[in-house]
């Protein structure tokens, strides 16, 4: 059974910094390699919105909200995927999702983390 394990939100203040890790089981290195790796969030009474993205090929693509300040990264061989956020608002404050995507299947064979909980303030 793959499983997604989000780890290192929490409270920190506007311009504060955050690294969200994504730990991911069930899966062999092979398969883990071939899947596209991404974040989304979801902030209270919004829908959830893509963030930002590290493929098979590590190829990297950021919403335009997060350009700039997040970075993601993967470890293949620690089959993770960590975002790095820097220089963070009252606006990024979300449930903050890990994603992956096998290349070539379905959205169907989509896996998801549980989510955790990243909130910006004073």
């Known amino acids: 059974q793959v499983q997604l394990l989000e780890s290192g939100g929490g409270l920190v203040r506007p311009g504060g910094s955050l690294r969200l890790s994504c730990l991911v089981s069930?899966?062999?290195?092979?398969?883990?390699?071939?899947?596209?790796m991404s974040w989304y969030r979801q902030a209270p009474g919004k829908d959830r919105e893509w963030v930002a993205t590290?493929?098979?090929?590590?190829?990297?693509d950021y919403a335009d909200f997060v350009k700039g300040r997040f970075v993601v990264s993967r470890d293949n061989l620690n089959h993770s995927t960590h975002l790095q956020m820097y220089n963070l608002r009252p606006a990024d404050t979300a449930v903050y999702y890990c994603?992956?995507?096998?290349?070539?299947?379905?959205?169907?064979?989509?896996?998801w983390g549980q989510g955790t909980q990243v909130t910006v303030s004073s």
């Open positions: 994603h992956g995507h096998p290349v070539g299947r379905e959205s169907t064979y989509d896996v």
């Open positions: 069930g899966m062999s290195s092979m398969e883990f390699a071939l899947h596209d």
């Open positions: 590290k493929d098979h090929g590590h190829v990297t």
